[in-house]
Nanobody, 120 residues
């Protein structure tokens, strides 16, 4: 059974760091893109960072220079290194895997999310 699972969340003080992990398993098709999203209470889910199979990265303006996305060549495991964390980074962080289908369309799997809380 295909699944995407996040880990590494927790409580950290402002200015601290966390490294989130996302593991994709059971996906038989090539993964094209892995994305990290986050959703704070009462807010819409927002895209934080993305990594393509070609190695391209993209970041939300709010995290540029502080967050870094990386992963293995097959995008089976992806990381989100978060530095200089701020209270406004507090959210549930979700991982999304986008992969190709035989029809030529794209499929998506989402993880259950991991809580990140930045507070003193």
């Amino acid at each position: 059974q295909a699944q995407v699972a996040e880990s590494g969340g927790g409580l950290v003080q402002p200015g601290g760091s966390l490294n989130l992990s996302c593991a994709a398993s059971g996906i038989d098709s090539p993964i094209y893109v892995m994305r990290w999203h986050r959703q704070a209470p009462g807010e819409q889910r927002e895209l934080v960072a993305a990594l393509t199979a070609a190695g391209s990265t993209n970041y939300a303006d709010s995290v540029k220079g502080r967050f870094s996305i990386s992963g293995d060549n097959a995008l089976n495991t992806v990381y989100l290194q978060m530095n200089s964390l701020k209270p406004e980074d507090t959210a549930v962080y979700y991982c999304e895997a986008i992969f190709g289908l035989s029809s030529g369309d794209y499929g998506r799997y989402w993880g259950q999310g991991t809580q990140v809380t930045v507070s003193s």
